[in-house]
């Protein structure tokens, strides 16, 4: 009996029951979704080992389906279905990264086949592959240049870097990748450039004029911000860092008033921030006038108010 999570995806509920019966019988878990969307949605929550998905659905289609998973920075198998062998069709899904390409009315002996055969390559990847298991610690930092600073860069290489050698839950990933870009964003907006709430405010075009304009200034431009995450097999948890050279912030009056009264309809941008932290986390530290944050995530311990 295996215990690989196939995701079937169709906008015929007759063509997903077939293919969910016919998976049970062998072995396999199953999951729906009558369209790309409910499909995309169920796959940044939980990383499925084999998706088999239509071509042909209203809204997001199947190719456009495998675009943004690849571009989330998910490696899992997808196998695509069409009506309809369109040479543009097999092109593209080759180039993102198809595992296989079937026409309908499909050959259920070479679905069958084409998915134990991929099934037996997840375990074998499986058995080499979460390398960073098997250290105390293993640990990813970068040095950052303020006027080259963007966030959604780091997470490119950080997402997948943990997806594909940490046994980690999708949804613990998707929240400690919400706390590396709020310590980010906060050292970057707070620490380096000083921006006031009400600059914060500003609409896009304004604010970034008001950004170009304080890069320009030496003692805003040369500082850098140092961030590091880690993953220490040893207490069990993810360790993010962020250090940053401004001014600091009184942390110790926003955690206490976090602690007494929550978040509340006029807590600010950065008090937002701060409470995301503080919730999603198991441990949040500041040093050094808040210019330091340590933050740890506990793998098997529940977030403080879950």
Not at 77 to 86: K, P, Q, W
Not at 169 to 188: H, K
Not at 226 to 233: A, E, H, L, P
Not at 255 to 264: F, R, S
Request: proline fraction near 4%; charge should be negative; charged fraction near 25%.
């Amino acid at each position: 009996m295996t215990s690989h999570c196939i995701l079937i995806v169709d906008d015929s509920p007759e063509i997903v029951n077939a293919l969910s019966s016919l998976l049970n019988i062998q072995g396999y878990k199953t999951e729906t979704a009558l369209s790309g969307r409910e499909a995309l949605r169920k796959a940044r929550k939980k990383l499925y080992d084999i998706v088999v998905c239509d071509i042909e659905m209203p809204g997001i289609n199947g190719l456009e389906f495998l675009e943004r998973v690849r571009r989330d920075g998910h490696d899992q198998e997808v196998i695509l279905m069409t009506g309809y062998m369109e040479h543009d069709y097999f092109i593209r899904a080759i180039r993102l990264g198809a595992s296989d390409f079937f026409t309908k009315p499909i050959d259920i002996p070479s679905l069958m086949a084409s998915i134990g055969i991929i099934a037996e390559r997840i375990n074998s990847r499986r058995s080499s592959e979460k390398i960073l298991n098997t250290y105390e610690r293993a640990e990813f930092s970068v040095v950052i240049d303020p006027a080259k600073f963007t966030a959604a860069g780091l997470e490119k290489i950080i997402r997948p870097l943990m997806l594909k050698n940490l046994d980690l839950p999708q949804d613990f990933l998707n929240d400690i990748m919400t706390c590396a870009d709020e310590m980010l964003q906060n050292a970057y907006f707070h620490g380096v450039l000083e921006l006031s709430p009400q600059e914060r405010m500003l609409d896009q075009a304004s604010l970034r004029g008001l950004i170009a304009a304080k890069l320009q200034q030496p003692h805003i431009a040369s500082p850098r911000m140092r961030f590091s995450i880690y993953f220490d097999s040893v207490r069990e948890a993810i360790v993010i860092r962020m250090e940053d050279d401004g001014n600091g912030f009184d942390h110790e009056s926003w955690l206490q008033k976090l602690k007494n009264d929550g978040i509340g309809p006029n807590t600010d941008a950065h008090g937002r921030g701060l409470a995301m932290l503080f919730y999603l986390s198991d441990e949040l530290e500041f040093t050094d006038g808040g210019r330091k944050i340590q933050l740890v995530r506990n793998l098997n311990k529940k977030v403080p108010g879950a």
